[in-house]
């Protein structure tokens, strides 16, 4: 194990490296971008055996990856904003088809108005397409998350592939320590991939990706539905075994100063490390107050959430995305199987920075509300 | 040539009586072997073969999406030769629509990066397999639904797409065109393709009896008539030697070939005498 100081994104490419994927179909994008070089780099330095498909669009890198996973080796990808929306239909293959893949996103606003900067619109947009999505808050998650995504999608009773989201800009460039796993205790932890339910072998012909009638299609994807129900043990296994090799402590979701809070903040990404502060400040005021942080945003963690939020009176979801209408991705899987009194916040769209002002704003309209859901940190004319 | 006593695509799939998508396939697996891995764009082919629980296919299969079969391609074959499966054919099939309009873009990339395989479009001129819309493979002067004769319209106001041009002007070893009527050919391109190091092209012209509008059992008769009228013109770009494959003794006039089809029926002799001559051009510029 060493010690060092790097970006979330060189965290990404440090884990790809330790999880030795076989094939790496990857495009360019910001501010995903360093994870490309880096990867290709590795390859280059030959600090990974892999394939390095230089792809000519993201659409293609998710094609290729179906491809290569659906013939057998443990794949990885990575993208960000028009990116992943490019990918939109193939996400939803993959995960209809089962194959394991691992990608990173690093979650950039969409177009219109182009912008570059970080909010979760691009991969809550994928939330249905039936990937597990983790959402990290730091380097060091971002790491061993990527790490973990692979062991929770090899597993045969889950076989759907993973989103691991890294905040764009705020993580993928922001550097931090990080703790790099030795290559050992990572093998110990994620053995090689060996596929048994799909892999393109002449000499066991078999198709896969077929054509489903109305016979079928609802049962395969009933099934997913069922491995995406499976995964939360799973996730919960793998963080357990995670924290007893390497000694970090990861789950479902991420419960601070919770069991006492009349409100509790619940939110996404790296916005829950200005929460915590936030909330340490407020109960210095003597405000009973706690965060939730969410971690895996599908599958969604209901019986965990109600047991971290049982105790308070009102909940405020902190969402850097928006549905028109409904308000909050996050505020409304929320509303819908968490039977609390919940308001909605949107804030951080684009790359805007959620001040503490802007959390105090949530804060003070969660205690005294007015409406159910709330822009903060909106410029007055 | 060799007709061997099981086919690696089995019988009883949904394809239409003289089905021309089967017939390409199951010549050029078979000319290929068991030990290939096939792809396919969505399409007639992929529709017809793979409706589960069932599959035609006796070597491995995937298929992803109707404009992705290069990409997917791309995948499978660097998982493969990773693995060190050096000797596996990998073969990608699209139909025109999902490889001269949607699928050009992906294509193109699986050609430039040099994977070694082979893409065979079976070009039967339009989107078939959701009912004959016109693609930019479809030729001047065919009547689709989406570019239907009318009293404004002869049908197809452009002239085909040249995408073996396309695909050879990407550089790679191995162009060719093919029809289903010169099997003797097109096996041997098939064979020459396998055997090519890196990325290889064939382009094959598969007569539609649902969608040209002819007797079921003309489907050969129909590819030999487009090969005879120099409507298609049988070649290959072998690491950059261009050489005609087949040269009719007597080229025949296109009318021979646009009459007895019902998209072409509606022409006027002014729209013939226009494609003659674009057909005499094209003969010219390739020396047929």
Known sequence: ?381 | MDIPDKDLLAPGHRGCAGCGASIAVKLALNALGKNTVAISATGCLEVMTTPYPETSWEVPFIHVAFENSGAVASGVESALRIQGKDDVNVVAFGGDGGTVDIGLQSLSGAMERGHNMLYICYDNEAYMNTGIQRSGATPYGASTTTSPKGTASFGEDKPKKNMPMIMAAHGIPYVATASIAYPEDYVKKVKKAAETKGPAYIHLQQPCTTGWGFPSEKTIEMGRLAVETGSWILYEIDHGNFEITFRPEERRPVKDYLSTQKRFKHLDEEHIEKIQKYVDAECKELGL
């Not at chain 1, 960000?80 to 979650?107: C, F, K, T, W």
């Not at chain 1, 490390?273 to 599908?298: C, F, H, N, P, W």
Request: charged share 25%; glycine share 6%.
């Open chain 1, 1 to 381: 194990m060493v010690k060092e100081v790097m970006t979330s994104n060189k965290a990404v490419a440090e884990a790809v490296r330790l999880a030795k994927p076989q094939v790496i179909p990857v495009y360019p994008i910001t501010p995903q971008t360093t994870i490309s070089e880096y990867l290709a780099q590795y390859v280059a330095d030959e600090k990974i055996d892999a394939k390095y498909v230089k792809v000519e669009s993201e659409h293609s890198a998710i094609s290729a990856a179906v491809g290569a996973s659906g013939a057998g080796v443990r794949v990885f990808t990575a993208t960000s904003s028009q990116g992943l929306m490019l990918m939109h239909e193939i996400l939803y293959a993959a995960a209809g088809m089962r194959v394991p893949i691992v990608l990173a996103d690093a979650n950039r606003a969409i177009s219109a108005p182009l912008n570059i900067w970080n909010d979760q619109q691009d991969s809550i947009a994928q939330r249905d397409a039936g990937w597990l999505q983790i959402y990290v808050e730091n380097a060091q998650e971002a790491l061993d998350t990527t790490l973990m995504a692979y062991k929770v999608s090899e597993n045969p009773d889950i076989l759907l592939p993973s989103m691991v989201c890294l905040d764009g800009f705020i993580l993928t460039h922001t550097v931090e320590p990080v703790e790099i796993p030795d290559q050992e205790s990572v093998d110990k932890f994620l053995p090689p991939y060996v596929p048994e339910h799909a892999f393109l072998d002449p000499n066991e012909p078999m198709s896969i990706g077929n054509f489903a009638d109305p016979n079928y299609y609802t049962e395969a994807r009933h099934d997913m539905d069922v491995a995406m129900t499976k995964s939360m043990e799973v996730i919960q296994k793998t963080c357990d075994e995670f924290a007893e090799i390497f000694g970090r402590k990861y789950g479902l979701v991420e419960p601070y100063k919770t069991e006492d809070a009349d409100i509790i903040f619940v939110a996404m990404g790296s916005l829950c490390s200005t929460l915590r502060v936030m909330v340490d400040q407020l109960r210095e005021k003597g405000e009973k107050v706690g965060l939730l942080k969410i971690r895996a945003y599908r599958p969604f963690p209901t019986e965990a959430i109600n047991e971290a939020v049982k105790n308070c009176e009102k909940i405020a979801v902190i969402d850097k995305n928006f549905s028109f209408g409904i308000g909050g991705a996050l505020y409304a899987d929320m509303k819908v199987k968490i039977d609390k009194e919940i308001y909605g916040f949107i804030a951080g769209l684009g790359g805007r920075d959620i001040t503490p002002e802007a959390i105090l704003e949530a804060y003070e309209k969660t205690k005294a509300p007015e409406n159910d859901v709330t822009w903060i940190g909106l410029k007055e004319e």
